[in-house]
């Protein structure tokens, strides 16, 4: 029985180190601090015109996505599996915020701008892709380390 733990703990030690947040001083505002944000993720909602880049994240830190839709037609994004693995801060549209339990999808009928806040919570790799789309520029990919 101890072989059996002692070869378990020697893997952990030999695995890397997993995601840690991006500061180690959050204060009173938590995973929530300044020190602790990303990069914000831009994506772009326009008829024919690719939706973004591929982005990494870091699993506990803070990041923004800023979706703006040009109102060239009706565009969604959906993404269950990526909205399933990160904690939802809010969701901003036009100065209101909304804070959702949980989404699977944003649809702007004309043009717009949607910010989302939330913390990357199990890595992966998941993927946004505006519905009914094949073309890999009509989707992204979000690898949360």
């Not at 993720?41 to 024919?48: D, M, P, Y």
């Not at 939330?118 to 009509?138: D, M, N, W, Y």
Request: glycine share 10%.
């Amino acid at each position: 029985m101890f072989l059996k733990y002692a070869a378990l703990a020697a893997c952990v030690l030999a695995a890397p180190a997993g995601a840690a947040p991006l500061c180690d001083d959050f204060g009173f505002a938590g995973l929530l601090a300044k020190c602790n944000r990303g990069e914000t993720i831009h994506l772009t909602l326009a008829s024919g015109q690719p939706l973004g880049e591929d982005v990494t994240l870091q699993s506990g830190a803070y990041y923004r996505m800023e979706i703006t839709a040009d109102g060239s037609a009706e565009i969604g994004l959906e993404g269950k599996d990526f909205f399933r693995n990160i904690w939802m801060n809010e969701i901003v549209i036009n100065s209101i915020e909304i804070r959702p339990m949980a989404v699977d999808s944003l649809e702007f009928d004309k043009a717009g701008v949607a910010e989302l806040s939330f913390i990357a919570i199990k890595p992966g790799r998941h993927v946004l892709r505006i519905p009914g789309t094949t073309g890999e520029s009509q989707q992204i990919t979000i690898t949360i380390e």
